[in-house]
């Protein structure tokens, strides 16, 4: 239910994975799926989950209309 790409940080110089959820409160059911996703993925810590470096939101006139999991990368194979 998003889009994964790869990006490369240049404050850090470091890969990273980028996950696009866009219209996030457009549905409820995608709303509470994505908040369970973040607080999961806030908590874990394992080998095979890739590490949540940040998110966040585009907004325009108080209104969201994209959100944006930062994931670090080096293993990742997103936009190939």
């Given at each position: 239910?998003?889009?994964?790409?790869?990006?490369?940080?240049?404050?850090?110089?470091?890969?990273?994975?980028?996950?696009?959820?866009?219209?996030?409160?457009?549905?409820?059911?995608?709303?509470?799926?994505?908040?369970?996703?973040?607080?999961?993925?806030?908590?874990l810590s394992h080998?095979?989950?890739?590490?949540?470096l940040?998110?966040?939101v585009?907004?325009?006139?108080?209104?969201?209309?994209?959100f944006?999991?930062?994931?670090?990368?080096?293993?990742?194979?997103?936009?190939?």
């Amino acid at each position: 239910y998003g889009l994964d790409s790869a990006a490369f940080d240049t404050e850090t110089n470091t890969d990273v994975a980028i996950k696009k959820i866009g219209a996030i409160f457009d549905n409820k059911i995608d709303t509470k799926r994505t908040m369970r996703e973040i607080k999961l993925l806030l908590h874990l810590s394992h080998e095979n989950v890739e590490t949540l470096l940040f998110f966040f939101v585009v907004m325009c006139l108080m209104e969201v209309y994209d959100f944006f999991l930062v994931f670090h990368g080096e293993n990742n194979n997103y936009g190939h």
